[in-house]
Nanobody, 125 residues
Framework: VQLQASGGGLVQAGGSLRLSCSGF????????MGWFRQAPGKEREFVAA????????YYGDSVKGRFTISRDNAKNTVNLQMNRLNFEDTAVYYC???????????????????WGQGTQVTVSS
């Protein structure tokens, strides 16, 4: 049971990146899927999450209006479209799954049981 995140890279400030995370099987569509990020020397931070149905997205305050989370349950994927990136968005981004929830989103890392390996996003100023 694992998640694979991809799509990170180096981008100039103001640019865009799209992260993808492929999931773990038949329970994917019933899990809350989240994205977190961790910058050097900082705690892991909630970025966005999608309920199992994908109808309701949740965002951290620092990315609201710039990032969009989406999921395709038929393909077991969850994506994070990141626009208007700035230097403060530089971090390792992780996707995670809360398999105990379908429609309730927790923003704490401890609520998520399954984690991907992380993908680096670097925004140059």
């Amino acid at each position: 049971v694992q998640l694979q995140a991809s799509g990170g890279g180096l981008v100039q400030a103001g640019g865009s990146l799209r992260l993808s995370c492929s999931g773990f099987g038949r329970t994917f569509s019933s899990a809350v899927m989240g994205w977190f990020r961790q910058a050097p020397g900082k705690e892991r931070e909630f970025v966005a999450a999608s309920t199992g149905s994908g109808r309701i997205p949740y965002y951290g305050d620092s990315v609201k209006g710039r990032f969009t989370i989406s999921r395709d349950n038929a393909k077991n994927t969850v994506n994070l479209q990141m626009n208007r990136l700035n230097f403060e968005d530089t971090a390792v981004y992780y996707c995670a799954a809360d398999v105990t929830q379908h429609d309730y989103v927790f923003r704490q890392t401890g609520a998520y049981e399954i984690w991907g390996q992380g993908t680096q996003v670097t925004v140059s100023s």
